[in-house]
């Protein structure tokens, strides 16, 4: 089960990316302009925003039927841009796509929840996460390799109706740790409790860096005399590191209670490595895009893992929650960038501060230690009079 999806998972990032690489020749195939194009991906992260709490919801209740809409939504939508070569069908393709990814990437931790033994989930998480980044040297490589614009799609749509049909002969297994129906806390109450802000906020922050180094690196760049070419293999050398990071850095975290650590630990090295990228980009390109990789694309899995680390109610709604204010923070942090491009220092000055505030807030989150998404957050929602909260936790629901 962790398995197809997190192979569903890397159908979605190439679907996602499907374009990005080969944009202008995109632009000239459909006869549209450039900008049209990157509608094609930014459709993803601000439909994530919209529906990741939705979704989320929808996993808590009825979570293999909103599993198997899911997988047919990633396949339906790759295969029709298959139907007419025209931007019409790549756009209709591409927003049932974006319309799966929440409910695919929220899937990450609540598979993990009901499918493995609590031993087990850091690791499971790790894989699902690690494997969207995966999908993303995916999407690179076909595009850079493929080139022509039906080859891109036709092969993205082969990886997403195959795994697509994976995950749906994986979903015949019933999970072990199943949800009883119990109602479960709303959103609200979610956000009251205590450090789920500023876990939020870390994660904001987080992917707010990557979403718009993954954006802009090579406009960002560009001045300091790097080719695309170099650009491309410095985002292929961060993706690769961050594959690597989100297998290795979340269970050796959990299983030495240093999450903590591990979150500002991430904000300082991404935070100097940044500053080396902007002012030393020739000298020290390489270098300082593996630390980012390892520590920042660990970092979410990092955050998951600990939301799943007890028993609780409250984790599907937080999980959804974290990657709401996640896919928000790209489009704030990438919108923001996009106007520093004329200034690649300040740019890169702004990562490095967004880097040392997910810092201090890791900080500011130890001090919650017991009670973020866990004993004391539960407890304080049960004496609010809530009848989901203070019940042991149904099987199948997400421990937090």
């Known amino acids: 089960m962790v398995a197809a999806f997190a192979a569903l998972g890397v159908s979605t990032q190439v679907c996602w990316l499907t374009y990005t690489a080969i944009t202008t020749a995109t632009a000239q195939h459909f006869g549209v302009d450039e900008q049209a194009v990157g509608w094609l991906a930014n459709l993803f992260p601000l439909l994530f925003v919209a529906l990741a709490v939705p979704t989320g919801l929808a996993l808590d209740r009825w979570q293999r039927p909103t599993l198997a809409v899911g997988a047919l939504l990633i396949a339906v939508g790759a295969a029709i841009r298959l139907v007419d070569d ?15 990814q929440p409910i695919l990437a929220n899937a990450i931790t609540r598979i993990a929840a009901t499918y493995l033994d609590p031993a087990d989930r850091p690791l499971g998480i790790a894989v699902g996460a690690g494997a969207t980044y995966l999908g993303m040297i995916a999407a690179t490589a076909i595009g850079t390799v493929a080139g022509d614009v039906r080859t891109v799609v036709a092969i993205g749509t082969g990886i997403s109706v195959v795994t697509a049909i994976a995950a749906l002969l994986a979903l015949r297994v019933r999970p072990p740790h199943r949800h009883d129906g119990t109602a479960l806390p709303t959103v609200r109450e979610v956000w009251r409790l205590p450090g ?5 906020g870390i994660v904001f922050l987080g992917m707010g860096i990557f979403v718009a180094l993954a954006t802009w690196l090579e406009p960002l760049l560009a001045p300091a005399g790097l080719t695309a070419d170099t650009t491309g293999l410095l985002l292929l050398v961060m993706l690769v590191a961050g594959v690597v990071g989100s297998i290795i850095v979340p269970p050796l975290a959990v299983r030495r209670g240093w999450e903590f650590g591990a979150l500002r630990l991430t904000g300082v090295v991404t935070a100097l490595a940044c500053l080396l990228l902007g002012f030393l980009p020739l000298a020290t390109g390489f270098v300082a895009s593996v630390p980012i990789g390892f520590m920042l694309l660990s970092a979410l899995p990092v955050a998951l893992a600990w939301v799943e680390r007890d028993d609780s109610p409250a ?54 230690q017991e009670q973020v998404a866990g004993a004391d957050g539960h407890d304080q929602l049960a004496q609010r009079g809530d009848p989901a909260i203070g019940q042991e936790p149904a099987p199948g629901t997400s421990p937090a």
């Open 86 to 100: 025209a931007y019409w069908a790549a756009l209709v393709g591409q927003t049932l796509a974006a319309v799966a």
């Open 315 to 368: 984790a599907g709604p937080i999980t959804s929650l974290i990657w709401m204010t996640g896919n928000a923070g790209g489009v704030v942090v990438s919108f923001v960038a996009g106007y520093l491009l004329p200034a690649p220092a300040l740019a890169f000055t702004l990562f490095a501060a967004l880097g040392l505030g997910a810092a201090w807030l890791g900080t500011r989150l130890q001090r919650d």
């Open 196 to 200: 789920v802000p500023v876990l939020s």
